[in-house]
Structure formats: C-alpha cells, structure tokens
T-cell receptor
Framework: DTEVTQTPKHLVMGMTNKKSLKCEQHMGHRAMYWYKQKAKKPPELMFVYSYEKLSINESVPSRFSPECPNSSLLNLHLHALQPEDSALYLC????????????????FGSGTRLTVV | AQSVTQLGSHVSVSEGALVLLRCNYSSSVPPYLFWYVQYPNQGLQLLLKYTTGATLVKGINGFEAEFKKSETSFHLTKPSAHMSDAAEYFCAVKMKTSYDKVIFGPGTSLSVIP
C-alpha cells in the first residue's frame, strides 16, 4: 500500500460547525504533515508530526487542532472557521524526519477541498 | 531566507516538443531539491529528487533534472511532451540544516498543445 488516503474529499461547513479531516497511511511512515493550499498557490505547511508527537506548528490559528492517535492516522479538527480558511487541505507522509543523505520525499494524499460558508 | 523561484508561471509546449521548466534556489549551501507534479483536483506527486551524488537525476514519466551548483539551478526537462503532462509543477527545497521544512516554489502550469 503506497497511498495516503484522505477523507472526506469535499466538505462544506458553516462558521459555527465542528468537523474533522482524516488522513491515513499504511506505509510505515513515521512523519506526517498537514498542508493548506489555496488556488493557484503552492502548499503551505501547517503541522508536522514525528513519531506521533507534534514537531512543528507553523503558527496556525487555534481553530485548527491536529491530532495523531497512532502511527497510521492523522486528524485535523476544525472549529469556528472563517470563509478565508476555504482551501484544499493536503496530508502527506514521509519515512522519517531528518537531514541525512537519504532524505525523503513526501507522499501526498489527494486532499480535502474545504468550503466555509 | 531560503527561497525558490520558478521562471514562468505558465509554459505552453506542443505535443512532442521539449519540456523545460526552470527552478532556481537562493542558498550558499546546496539544499535537497525536489520536483512535484499536481494534476487537477489531486494531491502532489514526487517526480524526482536530488540529495547527493550524480547531478543528473531521472524521475518518473520520462522527466529528469540536473543540479547545477554554480547556477543554483535544478531545471526539469522531458524530451517529448505528452498531453498527459499538462499539470502544475512545483520545485521544492529543503535545507540540510532544516529539521524538516520544505519550501515550495510558486509553481509552473504546463499546457500541452495538440
């Protein structure tokens, strides 16, 4: 299994709703990431998890709350979002964090397209 | 600060023609370098990467890229474009001293004309 699976593919939510995005991989990767991508823009890093622990938080507003329950699963909990949070949310994984010569590329999921109304 | 530039936000080529997508980075220390492709309504897919060793790197779908330290470049090429190559292409870098932050370039949209 060489895939990162994201659900749902599309999500429309109101500004008072609470919803969650889910990401799953079974490649044995120990680093997982959340990215946000606006139309015609490159992905922007939000969070990095390494061995189920939060490693990097790129000053993301608290209305986004990540969770890594186990080595295969990554969630992004959403609450009280704003219309400007509408974007494609991408999950990615890599074998591990690190700066060694065997540096790893990422495997991306297909994303969740989020619309906040 | 580290940055990545991609010359040309949009490139059009004829089917069968050479594809050349440009990427330059700003760093005195060569970083790790990557090219990703994104098809419409999809996530990103790793095309190829340079970490160490041979400077000409071959990737999937017939693409290759050459790392040129003197030019701080990592241009992506494909000898003959196919209609299925139409997509958004992102160059990305990761500093060897960075814990794990990948910086993406702004992207180049490739169109292939029949």
């Amino acid at each position: 299994d060489t895939e990162v699976t994201q659900t749902p593919k599309h999500l429309v939510m109101g500004m008072t709703n609470k919803k969650s995005l889910k990401c799953e991989q079974h490649m044995g990767h120990r680093a997982m990431y959340w990215y946000k991508q606006k139309a015609k823009k490159p992905p922007e890093l939000m969070f990095v998890y390494s061995y189920e622990k939060l490693s990097i938080n790129e000053s993301v507003p608290s209305r986004f709350s990540p969770e890594c329950p186990n080595s295969s699963l990554l969630n992004l909990h959403l609450h009280a979002l704003q219309p400007e949070d509408s974007a494609l949310y991408l999950c990615a994984s890599s074998q591990a964090l690190g700066t060694g010569p065997g540096n790893y590329g990422y495997t991306f999921g297909s994303g969740t397209r989020l619309t906040v109304v | 600060a580290q940055s990545v530039t991609q010359l040309g936000s949009h490139v059009s080529v004829s089917e069968g023609a050479l594809v050349l997508l440009r990427c330059n980075y700003s760093s005195s220390v060569p970083p790790y370098l990557f090219w990703y492709v994104q098809y419409p309504n999809q996530g990103l897919q790793l095309l190829l990467k340079y970490t160490t060793g041979a400077t000409l790197v071959k990737g999937i779908n017939g693409f290759e890229a050459e790392f040129k330290k003197s030019e701080t470049s990592f241009h992506l090429t494909k000898p003959s474009a196919h209609m299925s190559d139409a997509a958004e292409y992102f160059c990305a870098v990761k500093m060897k001293t960075s814990y794990d932050k990948v910086i993406f370039g702004p992207g180049t949209s490739l169109s292939v004309i029949p």
